[in-house]
């Protein structure tokens, strides 16, 4: 296991993707911090999985977005773990609504990127003193971090192409002592589509990629898994696609 005893945290770690992470960190055989906001009973289902399986695991509900929920999510996983924190997974953010330009005020555009990008800054900022050498950070942007995603998408796209270039500015700050890299996810089977995208539009990339179906979220969590641990140790400041061919980097 490559993650043996090590202390991760994965912000929104509940569900979809999140929930395959830390699955899949668990089984690496990690101490996992759950942090989620949205739903219980998928925390807790998560947990129970864990559980089953013989991981170790807690889940921290807190609002990612305020400095209180960071200083909760950081303070629980010191009391049930100790003060180090190894891994940093970031999954927490959401597109909120299809807005155009036209559509959306400041109220919104604020809301999209308090969700993304000042969200992964308040954790990150306090998480990294917790991280002795050696550790990793992923965090989650997005295909629409590339191609400026699709209609209606305008702030969320904006905000996934901060998290890459946060990502890049900050490897070269904590490197070599931490290393920083980011997932690009594509068109992936998870609540995030079913509710903001139509099926015909689902079906229509499905063919139009080299793969010709969606991705699944223990796909995403194995890329995840490979970052965190010390066999990606000559990778950092990368932001990596995982979209089935869909988008060339």
Known sequence: MNLKNKVAIVAGGARDLGKACSLRLAAEGAKVVIGYLGSDESAAQTLKEIHAAGGSAIAVKADLTQESGV????????????????VLVFVTGGLVARKTMAEMDRSFWNQVMDLNMTSMFLCTQAVVPHMPEGSSIVNYSSQAARDGGGPGALAYAASKGAVMSFTRGLAKELGPRIRVNAICAGMFDTTFHDTFTKDEVRTRVSAASLVKREGQPQEAASLTAFLASDESGFMTGNCVDINGGMLFS
């Open 71 to 86: 200083a909760k999510l950081v303070a629980s996983s010191q009391e049930a773990y100790g003060d180090a924190i190894n």
